[in-house]
């Protein structure tokens, strides 16, 4: 079983930038693949971002393509989201989340295990 604690969520004007942060528990975090999810009010959660393993292969929903950046350090057992260029429609709670097994997560349904979230709120 994994622990994911997320970090650095916050409220931002649009155009601003925010870095999230995720650790994870276990001595087998660099064995799977990572990513990022979130959850807007009335809406499903949906897919943002995934790493592979090794940091070498990512996936972006076209939303945040070229905004946003996901990396890992697997020496740290934590993966980052650097945000940039936000919009109020990024406003969601975004949830760190670890693949159940799938080794290019394209898809929240990729992954098995989601953190508690951190809110992200970017204002007008």
């Known amino acids: 079983q994994v622990h994911l604690v997320e970090s650095g969520g916050g409220l931002v004007q649009a155009g601003g930038s925010l870095r999230l942060s995720c650790a994870a528990s276990g001595r087998t975090f660099s064995n799977y693949a990572m990513g990022w999810s979130r959850q807007a009010p009335g809406k499903e959660r949906e897919f943002v971002a995934s790493i592979s393993w090794g940091g070498v292969t990512t996936y972006y929903a076209d939303s945040v393509k070229g905004r946003f950046t996901i990396s890992r350090d697997n020496a740290k057992n934590t993966v980052y989201l650097q945000m940039n260029s936000l919009k109020p429609e990024d406003t969601a709670v975004y949830y760190c989340?670890?693949?159940?097994?799938?080794?290019?997560?394209?898809?929240?349904?990729?992954?098995?295990?989601w953190g508690q979230g951190t809110q992200v709120t970017v204002s007008s």
């Open positions: 989340a670890r693949s159940w097994g799938v080794r290019y997560p394209t898809l929240d349904t990729d992954f098995g295990s």
